[in-house]
């Protein structure tokens, strides 16, 4: 932003320590600062600081090193003065909220605790249940709304007063994709009528391409920090995605390659980063009798950068090798049909049929609430379904769970190992209960990592480890199906990508079939095919790559449009094209002829006096492709 | 001015009113409690269940039998035939004494000779098997009474005074000795400290596991202010409670009321403010509300029921126990309850205990608002 006006937040060399003896450092020598009108956004994984950061620039954690500075008052020195000024919503989906109180008497505690004048109020709030659209529901109870609503409901509190400084707490984690949209649409309205300063923080990758500028946060120290676009470019390499059969093989090859400095395995792509040729990559596949069917470079995101940072040059993927019981003439697929599930009046599962086949990472993607978690407990036979059968491994889940539940292989959302025994321990135990005969874990251990904590309490490990080792308990019985829900929720991306490379090697090795639930939209790419889940309901099911095309043919490809000027050019652009929306500095739109309304958008802009415009066809995101989708489905259904 | 206080007052109100478990908590459970423990409560021994062996079936054995019967403490089962039958019976506890008269008791009688009379007395609850004992040695000293002076009348000698000093007991404020006139009270004390103070201890706490407390963290509120303003509706429940308890124990309990209703109004409040103020230190001092129900628990709840004369009398304890209870707010509404249903003591007899409370009140209070950080950690 302008360099000339002062910042509006200012952090300097801030620390922050926790525990007795304060051993853990959860905050360390961080700087940054925020201007008027800009959105900064801290992005990391759970356990990164975010939390800490800004709940010091709140007033309400003490720091231990540093100076913080909140629109000119010295917050360490005087917490109480910048309660009034600022605007903070704490993490979690409307936490601020008291359930028993309507809409509108929940705004009204806040004005009174704010003791705003009435005028003041009525119109600070007529402006924001007019942006949030919650202006019929004002008097229905806070605990009936839903994920969407509550998290706008509570934007509206923490802002009733209009703040020039806004503090959010990841608040768009587990959020719905249209109630996310129409939440960036809200915080950019601020921003450009306002000029207020918007600091918030996500554990999304793909959120902060949102923000003017970001810092990027690993246990507790900034990374790195800058414009999105600026810190993509730093992103050292070329980057591509191949398709190639068999894959397993491809990757091996590309593994062993000095030129290839990096390679995951997305679902039926592969993404390298490389120095050098790629043709000369792609010849030394084809030599290798490897069938490449597609080459295409691709642009780095933040993600990629994240995990150059961190990760300290190539490394040996982890393997989990466990013989799958496979059971003859029982094919490892998971089918559902018409499966729903009532609580009450409310339906969790609505209709679902699904079918997974032998070896596959299904994906269910969703936000929270969608019915993913019942599904799969249904699934898993831990819940019984109000309707509809399935079948695990070709076994009926109502009649026959018992040889089911030998079959499959269950990690739950939450840490549920026992946290007061080592990892040596809880692997025996899990080994016992499932009867497992060898009990010679060292291997296992090794390859994902975990020997050196092998005495270490579970519940001491970090979150990452965590997952690898509620992981292998599920699979020790070397179950043919898996279910995984949210295994990857807050897991930092060094971590994550580990565990995806588990997850494909349990796949494409042993066979396993995978089903696995997550609300990261980034993270579809892994799976072979996607089923998207809302409101209980399954309301598309395909390739990762079948779905962004379903969604180009249906609303337009995506047309980006870069200008320094572009909140002037969005302003000029919007009354033509009404769809269009702001992402980062940048405006989004869609569009079934992109040469001709590349062609309208210059002359709008060239008559608005906007000269400097560069415009480009990004692959339209998983999130976009999301928010298709759901349109759709309400259409078909109302 | 005090526009945050109402606002905190009026959303907590709204909060208790809306919510089921906290509405039953705060009204139906004090009373359904009073009433349940006010019935059961009760110490008298009445209408013990009794049987008779009767081996000698003579007219004076069965006057003797009469002598227990016609009291009101024991009730006639019947009489059984013989040991392994009463044996059952007392096992059972379907009685709880059996008298065994011995196949010569009237022979020995009326020769002028001591007999023995066998009691078996179920021991398994100590308190009754005393009391049952005391009122058999009582019947048994009439019973010996009336055979003397009948002994006496048939060798010619006339006398109405057998027993030379005689004392003549007069109980007073609880004059037929019912339980139920120290018991209720007394129950009223405990159920106005435990269920308010329970919920009082719940309200901060609450907010902090749900996140709402930020709002109060983050925004321009005085700590006074958010106390003030969470105390005043738990107050306002457990007035309604106390007047609720009030006419159970006149209307349905029958309890003997002989003093100043706004002296008693008066001593309720204070110590209700006080009560709920322990609470509320309680919930600013926990992280959950588990840990905040049972620091209730081993606070409030056990230290008011051993150490506020609810069931020993202050006086009869030790040294230490003294000092707990002049500690604890419920040793002096018990006090003060006590004294005025049954004694008719006024304002000034309990004004140093309405002093003490009011400090209590302020030390409380002001450690439950020092005690507030509007900070995590």
Redesign the interface.
Known sequence: MSATAPPVIEVKGLWRF?GRWKKVEAVRDVSFEVGRGEIFGLIGPDGAGKTSII?TL?????AHRGCVSVGGIDVLAN??AV??P?G?M???LG????E??SVQ?NI????????LPEKTYRENRAHLLNMTRLGPFVQRRAGNLSGGMRQKLALI?ALIHLPDVILLDEPTTGVDPISRQEFWQIIRRLVQERKVAVLLSTSYMDEAERCHRIALLHSGRIIEQGDPEDLRAKAAGQFAAIQAEPQASALQILQARDDVLSTEAFGRELRIRFAGDLQTIEKALRDRQIAVSNVARREPDLEDLFLQLLSAGKQQKPELRIPASHVVGFPATVKSAAVTKRFGDFVAVDTVDLSVERGEIFGLLGPNGAGKTTLIKMMCGLLGPSAGAIQVAGFDIQSEKQQVRDQIGYMSQHFSLYRDLTVRQNLRLYSDLYGVRNTNFRGLMRSLGLEEFESRLAGDLPTGLRQRLSLLCAVLHGPPVLFLDEPTSGVDPVARRTFWDLIYSLSRESGVTVLVSTHYMNEADHCDRLGLMHQGRLIAVDTPAGLKQTSERRSGRLLAIHTPGFREAFDAIRPVYPGAFLYGDRIHLRSFDARSDERRVLSLLSQAGITEVQTSEPQISMDETFIDFIRTAEMVHA | MLSRLFAIIRKETREVLRDRIYLSLAIAVPLIVTVLLGLGFVLDVKNLPVVFYDQDRSSLSREYIYSFTNSEYFRLVGFVAGPAQFEQLLQSGAVRAVVVIPPDFSRKLHGGKQVAVQILVDGSFAARAQIVSGYIAAIDAQFNAQLLSRYLAGKGVVTTNLAPVSTEGRVWYNPSLESKNSVVPGLMVITLMFYPGLLAALVVVREKERGTIFNLYCSPVRRWEVIAGKAVPYIGVAFLDYFLIFSLSILVFQVRFVGNFFVLTLAALLYITCCIGVGLVISVFCKTQVAAMLATFVAMMTPSLMFSGMMTPIASMDRSAQMISRVIPASYFMGMARGVYLKGLGFFYYLPDFLTLLLFAAVVYGIAVLGFRKRVG
């Open positions: 926790y709940q709140a007033g309400v954690l003490k917490p109480e309660k009034g600022v903070y704490p993490q979690g936490v601020n909220l008291y028993s109180l008497e009204e505690f806040f004005r009174d605790l704010r003791k509190c």
